[in-house]
């Protein structure tokens, strides 16, 4: 199995003004990433997003328009010929105290256990320390995209400037392993 688990904001999309992705017309696509996700899905890639939407736990937007974001999301990619199986998220603010927020590692093993994946099969494309961290939890692979990280990478972390490049150097190594090495 070849299952990618991708960041959203940062890695998918442009941040918001605010911070936050949370009306439709917000949500805007960066240079690249849709060609990426179709690049993966074309190579056979099962291709998944986990988030954080803390602004669903401090009201600053509510599930129908996070629901209407993401559609939005779902109808870019299906434009460019992507697709993303599934999104995940985590609705807490940093203040609440839950598993799933990242970089607790309970979205990943959520995704894990839905896809029946090992830690190996599992590659984490994200531009937020957090998201690694996350990811390192369950034994990922672990690539950084963007042009810095907020704070300390987590060991054996691959870059990359973007999310196309990433995938582009992810499927140029023909084997997996190869483009960790």
Same mark, same amino acid.
């Given at each position: 199995?070849?299952?990618?688990i991708?960041?959203r904001?940062g890695t998918?999309?442009?941040?918001?003004e605010?911070?936050?992705i949370?009306?439709?017309?917000a949500?805007?696509?960066?240079p +690249? !990433?849709?060609e990426?996700?179709?690049?993966?899905?074309?190579? &056979?890639?099962h291709?998944?997003v =986990?988030?954080?939407?803390p @602004?669903?736990?401090?009201?600053?937007?509510?599930?129908?328009?996070?629901?209407?974001?993401q559609?939005?999301?779902?109808?870019?990619?299906?434009a460019?010929?992507a697709?993303?199986?599934?999104?995940?998220?985590?609705?807490?603010?940093?203040d609440?105290?839950?598993?799933?927020?990242?970089?607790a590692?309970?979205l990943?093993?959520?995704?894990a256990?839905?896809? +029946? !994946?090992?830690g190996?099969?599992?590659w984490a494309?994200?531009? &937020?320390?957090?998201?690694?961290? =996350?990811?390192?939890?369950? @034994?990922?692979?672990?690539?950084?995209?963007?042009d810095?990280?907020?704070?300390?990478?987590?060991?054996?972390t691959?870059c990359h400037?973007d999310?196309?490049?990433?995938?582009q150097?992810l499927?140029?190594?023909?084997?997996?392993q190869?483009a960790v090495?």
């Open positions: 199995m070849k299952l990618a991708l960041d904001d998918l999309n442009q941040w918001g605010q911070g936050f949370g009306r439709p017309e949500w805007i696509a960066i +690249g !990433a849709l990426a996700v179709a690049l993966l899905n074309r190579a &056979g890639w291709v998944v =986990a988030t954080n939407q @602004g669903l736990g401090r009201g600053l937007f509510d599930v129908i328009e996070l629901n209407a974001v559609a939005r999301m779902h109808k870019e990619l299906a460019a010929g697709r993303v199986e599934a999104v995940f998220y985590c609705p807490h603010a940093p609440e105290e839950c598993r799933c927020r990242k970089p590692p309970a990943f093993e959520q995704i256990e839905r896809y +029946g !994946a090992e190996p099969e599992i494309i994200g531009s &937020g320390v957090e998201h690694l961290q =996350a990811a390192q939890n369950v @034994g990922a692979h672990l690539v950084f995209v963007g810095g990280a907020a704070g300390a990478l987590p060991r054996g691959v400037p999310l196309l490049s990433a995938v150097a499927l140029a190594a023909g084997d997996a190869a090495k």
